[in-house]
């Protein structure tokens, strides 16, 4: 990897950055269950596990940074998560919210995810500044970039129920 800090500094920031977020935001718990890199492949949206979550469909969302070091945030968020985090943050029932309001919240959500990760770069002398949040809902998607030195997806749960972080790394070389 080109990018002067670790893989595994990398790893931690993104998972204390989301669990901080998820934590203030929407009062859970948030526990990494796992990771993989998937550098140079197609990474499609994740399946929903039905045993776990009925959802019928995924909301997704992204922040860019750019700077020192580049690179994009992705958060694979279900229905029902996204949902439950919409009633959370804005008061509203279920009933009451819809999905502008929580598109809205999945990219806040983002927005601070990403901010917090950037920032812990920052303190390593690595500045960059982010992008506006892009957020789009669907059954399968599929991420596709050139240019990617590492990507890597990890996998949380909260509330017993599974979101996913997408860290996509560009090539500095």
Known sequence: MSVSVPVGKIHEFLSTSLSKVVDTMIGFQCECTGHEAYAGKQAFSPQIDPAKDDSKRM????VGFAGDISGVCYLFMTENFAYKAGGKITGLDREDLDDDVVRDVCGE?????????????????????????TVVQGKRMAISTAGTAEQYRFT??????????????SDRG
């Open 59 to 62: 909301f997704a969302s992204s």
């Open 109 to 133: 959500l983002t927005n601070m995810f990403a901010g917090t990760f950037k920032n812990k770069l920052a303190d390593l002398g690595l500045p960059s500044t982010l992008t506006l949040p």
């Open 156 to 169: 949380f749960e909260v509330d017993n129920l599974n979101i996913y972080a997408d860290l996509l790394l």
